[in-house]
């Protein structure tokens, strides 16, 4: 086992005095449950409800640090895992004292899921850098973050943003925390998602929507046929049309009125009566049920 120096200070502290603190979830920050639809809570109701959930948290049994040390924290050997109060930690497998050695968990997954309620979850992402202007010669891991999508870590020196202390201790356990959000739900069935920054308005059936917003949103453009619903994912949506398949295929839509042909490889062809279409361009046909694809039967010119 390969001893970091975030390892190490974990290591000593449950040798010592069992870890009941570290670098940890905050209490200060939101309480997001993952969707996009309603911004309209004021930052007096979120710190309420944060407040609220950190009460809760502070006052279940489960959400308190097991009492576990362990007897030989260097040895090497596999960890367990443990909850410290605020996340889940590795625990050397070398001997343990206390009177919850018989209730380690084998695994991160496990922890996270005996203690998911005990988590502050934002699915905003976290505000945090490394501090470039540290001339940093001992670089660690600083904590494992949220983006607003997945998670990643932080190396460096020095933690600097309002949301260092939100720091989790490894990418599993922050997958699994954030795994309901809206960003992980869309990226796990295939979408793209797209913050507010971004500028979009939203997307139906792969396609973003043809409208105007006053404020942009956090949006996933799902596969073509496929709409993005909260807490759920991409999903195949019925009421996808031809034409919403085109857009979402960077095609052309010909309505009826237009009175066009069908389009191959970019090419219209002959017909006798008014068709509705889609134009995609060079080396590219449409088909009913992916929207324009890469049509092999193309000419190479």
């Known amino acids: 086992m ?3 120096p975030t390892l190490f200070v974990i ?12 670098t940890s979830l905050s209490g200060d920050e939101d309480v997001a449950d993952g969707t996009t639809a309603d911004r309209t809570e004021t930052a007096d109701d979120a710190a309420a409800d944060d407040a609220a959930a950190d009460d809760a948290a502070e006052t279940s049994p489960a959400c308190e640090p097991q009492d576990v040390r362990s007897l030989d924290p260097f040895c090497g050997a596999r960890s367990l895992v443990a909850w410290d109060g605020r996340r889940c930690v590795d625990f050397p497998n070398c001997g343990c004292e206390g009177a919850d050695c018989a209730a380690l968990y084998e695994t991160i997954p496990e922890c996270v899921e005996a203690h998911r309620a005990c988590y502050a979850v934002s699915c905003e992402a976290d505000s945090v850098a490394d501090d470039a202007c540290i001339d940093c010669t001992a ?47 869309c990226l796990a069935t295939g979408g793209q998602w797209f913050p507010a920054a971004a500028g979009t308005c939203g997307f139906a059936c792969g396609a973003e929507l043809p409208l105007a917003c006053e404020s942009p949103i956090d949006a996933c453009r799902c596969p073509p046929g496929e709409t993005f619903t909260g807490g759920l994912g991409c999903a195949p949506d019925p009421s996808c049309t031809p034409a919403d398949l085109c857009a979402a295929t960077r095609g052309i839509w010909h309505p009826l009125e237009e009175c066009r042909c069908d389009f191959r490889c970019g090419i219209e062809e002959d017909c006798h009566d008014c068709l509705e279409s889609c134009e995609c361009g060079p080396h590219r046909t449409f088909e009913p049920l992916g929207g324009c694809v890469f049509d092999p039967s193309c000419p190479a010119a």
């Open 2 to 4: 390969r001893w970091t």
């Open 11 to 22: 290591a000593a502290c449950f040798a010592i005095v069992g870890c009941t603190g570290g």
């Open 139 to 185: 670089e660690m891991l600083l904590g494992v973050f949220w983006d607003g999508r997945e998670c990643f870590e932080l190396h460096g020196c020095d933690c600097t943003g309002r949301d260092c202390d939100r720091g989790l201790g490894s990418l599993a356990e922050c997958g699994m925390v954030h795994e309901a959000c809206d960003g992980a739900s």
